[in-house]
Antibody
Framework: EVQLLESGGGLVQPGGSLRLSCAAS????????MNWVRQAPGKGLEWVSV????????AYPDSVKGRFISYRDNSKNTLYLQMNSLRVEDTASYYC?????????WGQGTLVTVSS | DVVMTQSPLSLPVTLGQPASISCRSS???????????LNWYHQRPGQSPRRLIY???NRDSGVPDRFSGSGSGTDFTLKISRVEAEDVGVYYC?????????FGQGTKVEI
């Protein structure tokens, strides 16, 4: 069974940093593209990053480019999202999602709150 | 980016009755391999989204057959043949044919 378990969320002040983790199990992690998708409280879904199976190819939307870094450790079956220079508008639940074009499996999410 | 537009945004339903959600994209979702990567997700309150339908009309494992997806090009529909109480929540369409992934605004289904 595919399992994705996010962790690392919490309360951080504007301008601060946080690192999220997503522990994967039940599938061959290195063979899959992985994504981060976020959802602000009461709002819709926004794609945040995509990373290839090897980790060599990564992309971000303009809203987080230059501030967020996605990377993975295939030896640990873990996906990471390093979030720097956090803004109030980054407050959201962050989900890791498996897949390139079909997003088949989602984790339970971890909540990031950016507030002073 | 491809804009995904859902309608309606709120859908009051009656148990046992059919329901339908529309999703339109700002450009064709036919990918270079000839496939159309239009997916539907269901999110219950307090839970993460769960994929129901992939590539327009394929039901995920464990998804009841009262759910069906159809459409082509830029126009897609999710139908529930007979709504059950567990179907409440928000439904999102998502396109994976063009980077970045983009989602519809969500349709809130309530009894």
């Amino acid at each position: 069974e595919v399992q994705l378990l996010e962790s690392g969320g919490g309360l951080v002040q504007p301008g601060g940093s946080l690192r999220l983790s997503c522990a994967a199990s039940g599938f061959s992690f290195s063979n899959y593209v992985m994504n981060w998708v976020r959802q602000a409280p009461g709002k819709g879904l926004e794609w945040v990053s995509v990373i290839s199976g090897s980790g060599a190819s990564i992309a971000y939307p303009d809203s987080v480019k230059g501030r967020f870094i996605s990377y993975r450790d295939n030896s640990k079956n873990t996906l990471y999202l390093q979030m720097n220079s956090l803004r109030v508008e980054d407050t959201a639940s962050y989900y890791c999602v498996r897949g390139d074009q079909t997003g088949d499996s989602w984790g339970q999410g971890t909540l990031v709150t950016v507030s002073s | 980016d491809v804009v995904m537009t859902q309608s309606p945004l709120s859908l009051p339903v009656t148990l046992g009755q059919p329901a339908s959600i529309s999703c339109r994209s700002s450009q064709s979702l036919v990918y270079g391999d000839g496939k159309t990567y239009l997916n539907w997700y269901h999110q219950r309150p307090g839970q993460s989204p769960r994929r129901l339908i992939y590539k327009v009309s394929n039901r995920d494992s464990g998804v009841p057959d009262r759910f069906s997806g159809s459409g082509s090009g830029t126009d897609f529909t999710l139908k529930i043949s007979r709504v059950e109480a567990e179907d409440v929540g928000v439904y999102y369409c998502m396109q994976g044919s063009h980077w970045p992934w983009t989602f519809g605004q969500g349709t809130k289904v309530e009894i």
